[in-house]
C-alpha cells in the first residue's frame, strides 16, 4: 500500500527564521511525491513534486523539498519563513493517477 | 473558464436529502477528480476520471456516492440520503498530462457541505 505520513500536527516558527514540514513515504516501486498548500478560504494549490532525478526539488514561494530515498522522507522547507506562510500543508504520493495525501500540517509563522 | 470552478460553493441540507456538486474542470483536461476534506479524516480520494476509461471509485466511501462525468468535461458527485458525517468541503481537480511527461493540474475552490 501507498502511504504519506506527515508526522507534526501543527509547526510554529517565528517569521525570517528556516521553516521545515516533515513528510514521509512508504510506497513500492518509484515514488510520486508532491507537496500542496492550502491557504485559509482557498483551494488547494500545488508547490512542487518530485518525480525523479536531483533529490532537491524546487518549488512555487520559494519552498523547496528534498528527497531522500534511504530515510524515505520528502520534507518541505524554506530558508526563511514569512508570516504570509501560514497555511496547512499537505504531502502526497500519487499511485496510479489518485493522490492520497498526508493529514495535514498547520503551520503557523508568527511576526 | 481560468480555473476549475465548483457550484455551489456552499450547500446546506438536512439528513436524508440528496444533494448534487457540480465540477467544470479546466477545458481540454482529461482526468478530473474528486476529494473530500473533514475533520478527522483529512484530505480523501473519491473519484478519479481518465478520459474514457472505466472510473476509479476505489475511494467512494458508500453506494450512497455516485459520481458521473459526462461528455468528458462537467462532472457531478450526488450523494444520496445524506448523513451527518457527510459534512465536508468536496474538492474536484483536473488535469492533464503534457508531451514532455510532465502533468497540469488545478484544484477547484471547493463545495462546503454541512449536512444538518
Known amino acids: 500500500a501507498q502511504s504519506v505520513a506527515q508526522p507534526e500536527d501543527q509547526v510554529n516558527v517565528a517569521e525570517g527564521n528556516p521553516l521545515t514540514v516533515k513528510c514521509t513515504y512508504s510506497?513500492?516501486?518509484?515514488?510520486?511525491l508532491f507537496w500542496y498548500v492550502q491557504y485559509p478560504n482557498r483551494g488547494l494549490q500545488f508547490l512542487l513534486k518530485?518525480?525523479?532525478?536531483?533529490?532537491l526539488v524546487k518549488g512555487s514561494y520559494g519552498f523547496e523539498a528534498e528527497f531522500n530515498k534511504s530515510q524515505t522522507s520528502f520534507h518541505l522547507k524554506k530558508p526563511s519563513a514569512l508570516v504570509s506562510d501560514s497555511a496547512l500543508y499537505f504531502c502526497a504520493v500519487r499511485p496510479w493517477g489518485k493522490l492520497q495525501f498526508g493529514a495535514g500540517t498547520q503551520v503557523v509563522v508568527t511576526p | 473558464g481560468a480555473g476549475v470552478s465548483q457550484s455551489p460553493s456552499n450547500k446546506v441540507t438536512e439528513k436524508g436529502k440528496d444533494v448534487e456538486l457540480r465540477c467544470d474542470p479546466i477545458?481540454?483536461?482529461?482526468?478530473l477528480y474528486w476529494y473530500r476534506q473533514s475533520l478527522g479524516q483529512g484530505l480523501e480520494f473519491l473519484i478519479y476520471?481518465?478520459?474514457?476509461?472505466?472510473?476509479?471509485k476505489s475511494g467512494l466511501p458508500s453506494d450512497r456516492f455516485s459520481a458521473e462525468r459526462t461528455g468528458g468535461s462537467v462532472s457531478t458527485l450526488t450523494i444520496q440520503r445524506t448523513q451527518q458525517e457527510d459534512s465536508a468541503v468536496y474538492l474536484c481537480?483536473?488535469?492533464?498530462?503534457?508531451?514532455?511527461?510532465?502533468?497540469?493540474?488545478?484544484f477547484g475552490p471547493g463545495t462546503r457541505l454541512t449536512v444538518l
Open positions: 476520471f481518465q478520459g474514457n476509461s472505466a472510473p476509479d
Open positions: 481537480a483536473s488535469s492533464l498530462a503534457l508531451a514532455s511527461g510532465g502533468v497540469v493540474e488545478m
Open positions: 510506497v513500492s516501486g518509484n515514488p510520486y
Open positions: 477545458s481540454g483536461h482529461t482526468a
Open positions: 518530485y518525480i525523479t532525478g536531483d533529490n
